[in-house]
Each structure stands twice: as C-alpha cells, then as structure tokens.
C-alpha cells in the first residue's frame, strides 16, 4: 500500500481505542434529573458512587461492580495494548486482526453483561453504552474492510498475474 493510505490506516487504527477510553469519562447514567458519575468512575472508585450503584442495583437484582471486570477493565487494557501495538507496527494485517478481535470481544462482553446491555437503565440515558457498542462496532468494521483491501490486493497482484 502507498505511505498515504499506510498513514491514513494508523489513524483509522487508532481512532476506536482512543474513542473508547474518550466515552469512559461521559455520564453513563441518567436518574430523573440528576446525572450520575462516568462509567469508568463508577468502576475505578465505586466506594464513591454509592448512589450510582444503589440506581443500577434497583434494575439488576444482585448487581455487584465486580460484575463489570470483564466488559471494562480487559478492554480498557487490551485496548493500551492496542495503541501502543499500532504505533509499533502501523497499518498491518496482524493490527487489524488484534482491532477486530478487540471489538469482536467488547461486543460479546457488553451485549452479555446485564448492567450494559439494552435494559431499563439505558432508557434513563446510556448514551455513553450505545457510543461504546458503536465503537466497538466500527472496530469490527475498519478491521473487515482492511482485510478484505489487503485480499483484493494480493488477489490483485499474485492470482490474476499468474493468469
């Protein structure tokens, strides 16, 4: 690929981690009028939320912080390693298939969580969540259509040369 659309890669690489450490700082949950505290706060510092936890513990019977281990903090993670990868290794297939995977996981641990999923504390306002599954969404995306460019291209240069 040219350098431009190598650079142009990066930078659609990039966007979904950064997107998603962006929207860990957005209100997740809306009560009445009052805005409650950013899911990334809610999940670093819970002994300050007790409010926050006490609304989405009236909709999930039994919820726990610790229930949101999976769906944030392994992606939160995986995604500093993904930042830190694409900037090692720019636009390649091994980073395109890490996004992919990355947003593959983050759909599966949102869309399986009961705190995160479609439910009555989204409807007093996860803006934040359905930004989140966008994102992670879009990563799946980016990554499909990269593979399926480099696939055109080797079928491009190699199988059709061949004939």
């Known amino acids: 690929m ?3 659309e190598s650079k142009m890669w990066v930078l659609a690489f990039l966007a979904p981690p950064i997107l998603y450490f962006a929207t860990q700082f957005l209100p997740y949950y809306h009560s009445g009028g009052t805005v409650l505290p950013s899911l990334g706060s809610i999940f670093w510092f ?7 936890l006490d609304f989405i513990a009236m909709f999930h019977w039994g919820f726990r912080v610790n229930d949101l281990v999976s769906a944030l903090l392994i992606t939160q993670f995986s995604a500093l390693a993904l930042i830190i990868i694409t900037l090692i290794l720019k ?3 091994t980073v ?3 996004l992919g995977s990355w947003g593959l996981y983050g759909l599966i641990s949102f ?3 009961r705190a995160l999923t479609f439910s009555d504390v989204m409807v007093y306002g996860g803006i934040a969540g359905i930004l989140m599954l966008l994102i992670f969404l879009s990563a799946v995306g980016i990554s499909a259509f990269y593979l399926y460019q480099m696939y055109q291209n080797y079928r491009r240069k190699y199988v059709l040369a061949l004939n």
């Open 96 to 98: 395109a298939v890490l």
């Open 46 to 52: 819970p002994e300050n939320n007790t409010q926050a």
């Open 111 to 113: 869309l399986t969580n």
């Open 2 to 4: 040219k350098l431009k």
């Open 91 to 93: 636009s390649s297939g």
